[in-house]
């Protein structure tokens, strides 16, 4: 069976001095990194791809993200001052989108997410949703119940009405039950 | 957090106008690429008025 991946202790023999973010980044000015930053997305080249990208729906956020790690991997500048640069390089899109009338999306807002409900609530929890109608039915009889109560208070002797059971259930529960007769089938 | 949640978040800051509080202490002068800097570009790239700028004049009168 062969495995795809490093023998155990390759990472001590690589050589990996020359990967540009192992070295400490060229800009580590604020003002400096932001500037470098506006001056690439003025690069006639870059400023039709970062339009071509907003033409095809991709938030400023993602163009963003992608510009900031090309620079991180180049050795430019350090990930930490990358995260400071965000937010003057999403403006700086969105002035240049406004400027030539491309619709845009910064994609900040959270549209993805989902409102909590209280039916969300019962189906994560596993709990069975009632029908309104259920609900409904529910909601009726807890009110004629405690509308009963309220009238004659929970502790109160029960009406005799209630307390005496009909004839055909005393007479049941005597064993007094009487069997139907069999229909004779022939006649 | 990944690099993609970090960046959202600073964007996010930086449109609500916060600004690097310790990174500007650090400069004498402050720092140059500031909310309201963006803001005056716009104003002159696009000859309107950002939202921002209208809250603040909406402010200053209510104060007047």
């Known amino acids: ?15 990996t001095r020359n990967y540009a973010w192992h070295r400490p980044p060229d800009i580590v000015d604020y003002d400096e990194a932001v500037s470098y930053l506006i001056d690439k ?10 339009f ?15 510009i900031l790690l090309q620079a991180v991997s180049k050795g430019k500048i350090g990930i930490d001052l990358a995260i400071l640069c965000a937010g003057p390089l999403a403006r700086y899109i969105e002035i240049s989108a406004k400027d030539v009338d491309i619709k845009y999306e910064m994609g900040i807002e959270d549209k993805d997410r989902v409102a909590i409900t ?3 609530l019962k ?3 596993g709990m069975s949703i009632d029908s309104p109608e259920e609900q409904e039915i529910d909601g009726t009889i807890e009110k004629t119940m405690v509308q009963e ?7 109160s002797m029960p009406e005799p009405s209630d307390m005496v059971a009909s004839p055909e259930e005393q007479a049941a529960m005597l064993g007094e039950v009487t ?3 069999p229909e004779d089938e022939l006649s | 957090m990944t690099f993609d949640d970090a960046v959202k978040k600073s964007i996010k800051q930086f449109l609500k106008g916060k600004l690097l509080k310790d990174t500007a202490a650090l400069k004498p002068d402050g720092v140059f690429f500031t909310p309201e800097y963006f803001d005056e570009l716009e104003e002159e790239l696009l000859d309107e008025k950002t939202d921002s700028t209208i809250e603040k004049e909406e ?4 104060e007047a």
């Open chain 1, 1 to 15: 069976m062969r495995l795809n991946a490093p023998i155990p202790g390759a990472n001590y023999l690589s050589d």
């Open chain 1, 41 to 50: 997305i003025d690069e006639p080249e870059k400023k039709e791809l970062v």
């Open chain 1, 52 to 66: 071509a990208m907003l033409g095809i729906d991709a938030h400023i956020t993602t163009i963003v993200t992608t």
């Open chain 1, 118 to 120: 209280p039916t969300l």
């Open chain 1, 123 to 125: 189906i994560s929890l």
């Open chain 1, 149 to 155: 109560a309220a009238n004659r208070g929970l502790m």
């Open chain 1, 179 to 181: 069997e139907e007769e």
């Open chain 2, 59 to 62: 402010e200053l009168e209510d």
